[in-house]
């Protein structure tokens, strides 16, 4: 019986270690170097709504299903935008950087992404106005848990080409070309708009993931219902710890901008 390595569920060993930290207390878990990020609504699933209630009743649920699956806490929740670095992979700039060129990195972003946003007067929101997406849908994947999101507005796609232009601006420009493009060349554009919400913390054989995905199937049809997230908040995060485990005090937030109120149109 020939078996696709795809019909089985993968260990993360991130998610691994996560898993037993969030068992047995202890130092959180750091990444391997730090990531760069830019997220939308970081931390959306510790709000008081009526989409985190029933979000947190999904993941309770989904927990539940395996001991494998290690869902993350509410505060790690986020919709990626963009990954300028990532916190494990060798093309990651931040690998091969000293703590003065790190900072250097970290500045060049922010003044990147403040000038694509529009940022005006000091503690005022930017002109990049606020937006809904709507989550449709859940799924695990071989290595990790995927609530998926419509982007009715196509904000996320042009904040993504945002990110993408903050490479002309002069500071971020001068880096990359100082580092031979490794700035450029560290930037990952996801092809969706997602929160990823799960690892596997260990791998399962063919007959465990079956049961997995029919007890998943089940859940996200009993529990899931499709929801509204207002997206009025965008964060340059510093992920030192891996999938947004760090909290935001002490070095996580490297920014945060407000959005501007929804456009009307």
Not at 158 to 175: F, G
Not at 219 to 246: C, K
């Amino acid at each position: 019986l020939f078996i696709r390595r795809m019909d089985t569920f993968r260990k993360d060993p991130d998610g691994e270690r996560l898993a037993a930290w969030s068992k047995e207390g202890g130092a959180l878990p750091l990444a391997g170097c730090p990531g760069l990020v830019l997220v939308a609504e970081w931390g959306w699933a510790e709000s008081p709504s009526p989409a985190a209630s029933g979000w947190s009743r999904v993941l309770e649920a989904a927990a539940r299903t395996s001991p494998a699956l290690y869902c993350y806490p509410a505060s790690a929740s986020h919709v990626t935008v963009a990954t300028l670095s990532s916190f494990r992979g060798e093309r990651a700039i931040r690998r091969r950087l000293d703590a003065d060129m790190d900072r250097r990195l970290l500045e060049a972003w922010r003044v990147a992404l403040e000038a694509q946003l529009g940022v005006g007067e000091e503690g005022e929101p930017v002109t990049f106005p606020g937006f809904r997406l709507t989550a449709d849908r859940v799924e695990l994947s071989p290595g990790a848990g995927f609530l998926f999101f419509s982007d009715p507005s196509g904000s996320v796609a042009v904040l993504r080409e945002l990110v993408m232009s903050a490479l002309d601006h002069p500071a971020l420009k001068a880096l990359d070309e100082e580092l031979g493009g490794g700035v450029r060349a560290s930037i990952h554009i996801p092809n969706i708009v997602h929160s990823s919400f799960a690892r596997f913390s260990s791998d399962l054989g063919v007959e465990d993931s079956a049961h997995l995905r029919e007890a998943f199937s089940q859940v996200s049809a009993d529990t899931f219902v499709p929801f509204e997230l207002e997206i009025r908040h965008l964060t340059l995060a510093n992920e030192y710890a891996p999938y947004m485990h760090q909290p935001k005090e002490g070095g996580g937030e490297v920014r945060l901008f407000q959005l501007a109120p929804p456009s009307s149109s």
